[in-house]
């Protein structure tokens, strides 16, 4: 068995409609599907969602090169936890762009929030900034090494796996 590809990430956001509008303002996102469940839908997954008495409104944004993002509406809303790196859990989504220094300008003209100035680690430039909720977004520029992640990946993998990473793997 053998995995295609990463499928799509999800997230929760406050407004259903305000997020697909955001989405599509930001990065130009679009909408391609939309699913509601209602409260007895959601509560049948209770081991999944831990909700009663609670709808459930998703949609599913298409990323430019195939990814997805799913946002996920809950009504009514549940508190959001803060944003915390040091525990165990998903942080961020990272989406991957020419240019980090024009995105931020672009984007915070448009008043999207940043975290930090664009910076830069080895050759690849990034800048992390909150969309409408505070999910946290990172952009990146990968350069030569988006090239090498993607097109020698399939070669490179392997052999890093079996030479300098092969502890990891007995």
Request: charged share 25%; aromatic share 14%; glycine share 8%.
């Amino acid at each position: 068995m053998k995995i295609k590809s990463l499928s799509h990430v999800g997230i929760t956001v406050s407004n259903f409609e305000k997020a697909v509008r955001w989405y599509w303002e930001m990065f130009k996102f679009p909408l391609v599907a939309e699913e509601t469940m209602d409260v007895h839908q959601v509560e049948a997954l209770y081991s999944l969602y831990g909700l009663k008495n609670t709808k459930l409104r998703l949609g599913f944004l298409r990323i430019p090169g195939g990814g997805v993002l799913e946002i996920f509406e809950f009504k009514p809303a549940i508190p959001a936890d803060k944003v915390c790196w040091n525990k165990i859990g998903f942080t961020h989504i990272t989406l991957d762009v020419g240019n980090v220094k024009k995105w931020y300008k672009k984007l915070k003209e448009k008043g999207v929030t940043f975290l930090c100035e664009p910076q830069k680690t080895g050759s690849n430039e990034w800048v992390f900034m909150k969309d409408m909720d505070g999910n946290l977004i990172e952009l990146i520029d990968l350069k030569f090494n988006y090239i090498a992640l993607h097109y020698l990946g399939a070669i490179v993998a392997p052999l890093l796996r079996r030479l300098q990473f092969g502890k990891y793997y007995k």
